[in-house]
C-alpha cells in the first residue's frame, strides 16, 4: 500500500501541470492570442498529452468551446497513431466536461467519441 508520501510527488505534479496551463490560458487570453495554436511537438504522443491537459485546463476554466476543440485534436491523434493511453486520456477528458453534457457543444464531442467507442 502506498504512503500519502509516496504520491505526494506525482500528485502535486500533475497539480502544477494543470495550474501552469490554466495560467498560460489566462496569458494567451490577455494578449488576444489563442493557446491552441500552440507549436507542433516531434512527438505526437506528447502532443496529444500536452492537448488533453490543456483541454482539462480549459474545463476548470469553464471555457467549453475551448475544451471540446482541443479534445477534437487530441482525438484525432489518438485515433491516427492507434495509441489506447491516448484514448483513454480523451475519455477522460470528456468525463470533465459531464457538467456541460446537455450543450451542442459536448454532444457534438460525444458523437465524434461515439465513432471511436
Not at 38 to 45: F, N, V
Not at 73 to 85: H, S
Not at 95 to 108: C, G, I, Y
Request: charged share 25%; net charge positive.
Amino acid at each position: 500500500m502506498l504512503s500519502k508520501a509516496d504520491t505526494a510527488g506525482p500528485v502535486a505534479s500533475g497539480h502544477r501541470c494543470f495550474d501552469q496551463a490554466a495560467n498560460g490560458i489566462r496569458r494567451q487570453r490577455s494578449i488576444g492570442g489563442r493557446a491552441r495554436h500552440l507549436p507542433d511537438t516531434p512527438r505526437p504522443t506528447s502532443r496529444s498529452s500536452g492537448r488533453i491537459a490543456l483541454g482539462i485546463a480549459y474545463v476548470q476554466s469553464a471555457d467549453v468551446d475551448e475544451a471540446c476543440q482541443i479534445g477534437a485534436e487530441a482525438l484525432d491523434l489518438a485515433v491516427g497513431m492507434a495509441a489506447q493511453p491516448n484514448l483513454r486520456d480523451v475519455f477522460r477528458l470528456r468525463q470533465a466536461l459531464e457538467p456541460w453534457r446537455s450543450t451542442d457543444l459536448v454532444r457534438a464531442f460525444d458523437d465524434r467519441l461515439a465513432g471511436v467507442a
